[in-house]
């Protein structure tokens, strides 16, 4: 599954037109890595903004969490690509269950937006 991730990272970097059609895939990984909210992505300026928890112990995933305590985050980047594929984290829950959804989400928004396929290798 990282694999697939990797490959659809790639294919949503290539240009800037793409920039725009996965801003939102672009957005949640990096929501997922950091445990962050109100996540922003400057391509422009090769910033990322983004709330973050500030403490584990305030978050409650069944809650809305208004009032968990945040840290707001700007971090700069080099590589859009090279960044999003360092937020891939491989730890059990997520490989099994977010990022199979995140990819065949994402992979039918690209199909139907372009018309075109996007094959991934299998093992």
Known sequence: MVKEL??????????SDQ???FELFHKMLVRMSFEAVDVTIDTT??????????????????LVNVFAETLSVNLGYADLNT????????????????????TSCFYKFYKR???????????
């Open 45 to 62: 300026r090769k910033r990322i903004e983004m709330k973050v928890l500030a403490e584990d112990e305030s978050y409650d995933s069944e």
């Open 19 to 21: 920039l725009n059609l």
């Open 83 to 102: 960044f999003l594929k360092s937020c891939i984290l491989e730890d059990g829950e997520k490989l099994k269950h977010y990022y199979p959804f995140l």
């Open 113 to 123: 937006t372009t018309r075109k396929s996007l094959v991934f290798e299998t093992a």
């Open 6 to 15: 990797r490959q659809l990272i790639d294919f949503s970097c290539e240009d």
